[in-house]
């Protein structure tokens, strides 16, 4: 604040006074910084890559359209912007099923009431909109290891041949998907969840077909974000003198690019084992 007061001073005193802001102008910009900062946040966590954000995009949502409230103590300005941003809200971040679905996949956003309001609206409830989601999914069944010496040989190799040990995609039972959508709704506040990608590793067991549901629906970014950042580098590698790149090429060099440092500690890992063969 010093240096824009020691700024405008010599400004005003070397006849570039009609450059400074007056104090209304002044009073906008901070009005104008404050209000972006919520915006500038919510964008930076919704635009990474390395964790789930489908999860998150409903309480974000409601926190977003919460600061575009009318406030007696906004300036005009400020006031005229909030409301041309709650008339495209709908259309810029809509509430959808995958938003809504990435929520209920969340038990700290469950209870949220952007989740009511759109389940009462599209006359489901929260158990039918997962039930809906999960249909069509196979999940691995797992089947229960025997040894091989509490078998004869006969036995143990009708087992390894026979159809049953071997099936590895089965259509889920309805009770089962009931019981786990219930299991999953009854946890709504009540589970502590550090990360959503821990919480499904936790609970994958007691909820093996929600798990496969999961696995599908937080995977996907909630921003093009990530899509463009690619573009970007892609850009940067394909250029005059390396135009002829094969597409699969710069497959390889985006995935390098954006993983290096598995790929460098992969790396240091075969070198050492291959001077230790040596």
């Known amino acids: 604040m010093f240096r824009v007061q020691f700024l405008f001073y010599f400004m005003f005193r070397y006849g570039e006074n009609d450059l400074c802001l007056s104090q209304y102008e002044f009073k906008l910009i901070e009005g104008l910084c404050e209000f972006w900062k919520k915006f500038e946040t919510i964008t930076s966590i919704l635009s990474g890559e390395t964790y789930s954000t489908v999860n998150l995009a409903c309480v974000f949502r409601s926190e977003l359209q919460s600061s575009l409230e009318e406030d007696d103590k906004d300036i005009p300005e400020i006031a005229e912007l909030k409301n041309n941003m709650r008339k495209n809200f709908d259309n810029r971040f809509p509430m959808s099923e995958l938003v809504c679905i990435g929520a209920l996949l969340d038990p700290r956003c469950q209870n949220l009431v952007d989740v009511k309001e759109f389940l009462t609206k599209n006359g489901t409830t929260a158990f ?80 093996p077909i929600l798990s496969v549901l999961a696995k599908k629906i937080l995977c996907i970014p909630m921003t093009s974000t990530p899509s463009e950042r690619n573009f970007s580098i892609a850009g940067l590698i394909v250029n005059l003198r390396r135009s002829k790149l094969l597409p699969s090429n710069v497959d390889k060099i985006l995935f390098i690019h954006n993983n290096y440092d598995f790929v460098k500690k992969i790396a240091l890992q075969s070198f050492k084992l291959d001077n230790f063969q040596l």
């Open 128 to 207: 039918d909109l997962v039930k809906k989601w999960t249909k069509g999914i196979q999940f691995e069944k797992s089947l229960p290891k025997t040894k091989g010496n509490d078998l004869n040989l006969v036995e143990e190799l009708v087992e390894k041949h026979s159809s049953l040990r071997y099936v590895k995609q089965t259509l889920m039972s309805e009770n089962d998907v009931d019981r786990e959508i219930f299991f999953l709704l009854s946890l709504a506040g009540n589970a502590k969840v550090d990360s959503i990608r821990n919480f499904w590793k936790i609970y994958s067991k007691q909820m």
